[in-house]
């Protein structure tokens, strides 16, 4: 089974910046995309961004241009770069990482890193 262990994150001031960071236990291969999901209190899981293995990458309207999503192929490794931090930004951090291989999909999800953003 394939885990996947996030880390960067914590208690930051507004307008500050953290670095995410997913790496997957072993090797993965034929990845479909990979990304971060975010969950507040209360609230439901909502995508953050994702990068897909032609590198197209897609975000919530409320982090583009503060977010960025990138990912290193030969390490199973994916970052999100979170500058300009908000207050609503406050949440848990899931990384997810889904694909297919020798005809079965799989989607592998983190445990979740929590992000404070303080005002």
């Known amino acids: 089974q394939v885990q996947l262990v996030e880390s960067g994150g914590g208690l930051v001031q507004a307008g500050g910046s953290l670095r995410l960071s997913c790496a997957a236990s072993?090797?993965?291969?034929?990845?479909?995309?990979m990304g971060w999901f975010r969950q507040a209190p209360g609230k439901q899981r909502e995508l953050v961004a994702t990068?897909?293995?032609?590198?197209?990458?897609n975000y919530a309207d409320s982090v583009k241009g503060r977010f960025t999503i990138s990912r290193d192929n030969a390490e199973n490794t994916v970052y999100l770069q979170m500058n300009s931090l908000k207050p609503e930004d406050s949440a848990v951090y899931y990384c997810?990482?889904?694909?297919?291989?020798?005809?079965?999909?799989?989607?592998?999800w983190g445990q979740g890193t929590q992000v404070t953003v303080s005002s």
């Open positions: 997810n990482i889904r694909g297919d291989w020798l005809g079965r999909q799989y989607d592998y």
């Open positions: 072993r090797r993965i291969f034929s990845i479909n995309a």
């Open positions: 990068i897909t293995s032609g590198v197209i990458t």
